[in-house]
């Protein structure tokens, strides 16, 4: 078992930022690395950037490409995920959750290649 704990979230205005963190604790070492996903009101989860554990890949969904940034702290099983310029269309609930097999490119984007996942943190943006 994997346990995750988000933090960072809250209310920004539009150009702002965050920093979001998931401590990992438990098996964490069953991983392939860990990603975010983020879930706004009446949409489905969708996929935001991930970590692999080898190589150190990373990957990103288009709509934060150059915006945000995805980083490890490699002594402790923690993840980052620094949002810039933020937009109102960024407001939901962002998940962390653990890479359960080895994936690269868009297949890090697939929600079936994920195993664990955080309670979540909301993250609102205003105009």
């Known amino acids: 078992q994997v346990q995750l704990v988000e933090s960072g979230g809250g209310l920004v205005q539009a150009g702002g930022s965050l920093r979001l963190s998931c401590a990992a604790s438990g098996r964490t070492s069953s991983s392939y690395g860990m990603g975010w996903f983020r879930q706004a009101p009446g949409k489905e989860r969708e996929f935001v950037a991930a970590i692999r554990w080898s190589g150190g890949g990373v990957y990103y969904a288009d709509f934060v490409k150059g915006r945000f940034t995805i980083s490890r702290d490699n002594a402790n099983p923690t993840v980052y995920l620094q949002m810039n310029s933020l937009k109102t269309e960024d407001t939901a609930v962002y998940y962390c959750?653990?890479?359960?097999?080895?994936?690269?490119?868009?297949?890090?984007?697939?929600?079936?290649?994920?195993?664990?996942w955080g309670q979540g943190t909301q993250v609102t943006v205003s105009s």
């Open positions: 959750t653990t890479i359960r097999a080895y994936c690269s490119g868009s297949g890090c984007s697939d929600r079936a290649m994920y195993d664990y």
